[in-house]
């Protein structure tokens, strides 16, 4: 994987549900930790609701939020427009991680290099789908199980 390589990081189940009312539908602390380790030294690319479901800059990660109307906040980096971001982030070394929402990730689909999907099991309610992407794009390179969800990870065909 080149220096810069382009990743979209989400957790989702298998009908695509990432998000409730600005939220994670589930609390799986596993999944958030791998989340962590997968991440930390590396650019965050999010955008503003994203960032506000958080409610702070992530430590040991390079925080850039995608946000025209965001005030300048401590520990962040704001950027108008994702072009901008990616601009950003790859000025830096390390990875750059897509971290939603629905509209990060729908522009980062043809940009990214590789998925690390998340796949929870289970059930649950909600209002905000990942984007539908075509998996004869993408090859399974990995692929761990973790009881309440599976970590796959794909890359570009």
């Avoid at 409610?55 to 025209?68: F, K, N, Q, W």
């Amino acid at each position: 994987m080149p220096k810069n390589a382009k990743i979209i990081v989400v957790a989702m189940t298998e009908q695509g549900l990432i998000g409730a009312s600005g939220h994670i539908p589930w609390q799986i602390p596993e999944e958030l930790r791998l989340f962590r380790e997968l991440t930390s030294g590396h650019a965050l690319i999010m955008g503003r609701r994203t960032f506000a479901s958080i409610g702070r800059p992530l430590p040991d990660r390079r925080t850039i939020v995608v946000s025209r109307r965001l005030p300048a906040t401590p520990g962040i980096e704001i950027c108008c427009d994702l072009p901008s971001a990616l601009r950003l982030a790859e000025s830096g070394a390390g990875k750059i991680f897509f971290a939603g929402g629905v509209g990060i990730y729908r522009a980062a689909l043809p940009l990214a290099d590789q998925l690390s999907i998340s796949w929870i099991r289970g059930e649950y309610a909600g209002d905000t789908y990942f984007p539908p992407f075509s998996a004869n794009e993408w090859q399974e390179i990995n692929e761990e199980d973790y009881g309440l969800f599976r970590r796959v990870l794909y890359r570009r065909r």
